[in-house]
């Protein structure tokens, strides 16, 4: 019924600049906070940046001021610009969402949803 699906991942040398795009769509009713999490290999699932309905955004130490998290409600998306990229940066990447939506039954109910992950390397 709901669905989250990244985009933009790839292959980016040391220094360079990527944006992963995440659409959600579905029987969704109100999307509440979006994010971006990575894992690297043989590492742990980490948050990366989350953006809420409203408010601040919140990243990561290790990319604050190189990685800027940004949604559009309308398109119920939300992005990730990375710049400065590093060797270190490279993971999978996933979309995450806390949202209201319709399921099989009357009225609504609250879940979070993972998107499939899209792979970023940054290497020479």
């Known amino acids: 019924q709901v669905q989250l699906v990244e985009s933009g991942g790839g292959l980016v040398q040391p220094g360079g600049s990527l944006r992963l795009s995440c659409a959600a769509s579905?029987?969704?009713?109100?999307?509440?906070?979006m994010g971006w999490y990575r894992q690297a290999p043989g590492k742990q699932r980490e948050l990366v940046a989350t953006?809420?309905?409203?408010?601040?955004?919140n990243y990561a130490d290790s990319v604050k001021g190189r990685f800027t998290i940004s949604r559009d409600n309308a398109k119920k998306s939300v992005y990730l610009q990375m710049n400065s990229l590093k060797p270190e940066d490279t993971a999978v990447y996933y979309c995450?969402?806390?949202?209201?939506?319709?399921?099989?039954?009357?009225?609504?109910?609250?879940?979070?949803?993972w998107g499939q992950g899209t792979q970023v390397t940054v290497s020479l």
């Open positions: 995450n969402a806390d949202l209201l939506y319709y399921p099989n039954a009357p009225g609504y109910a609250r879940g979070e949803y």
């Open positions: 579905g029987s969704i009713f109100k999307i509440y906070a």
């Open positions: 953006i809420p309905s409203a408010g601040s955004t």
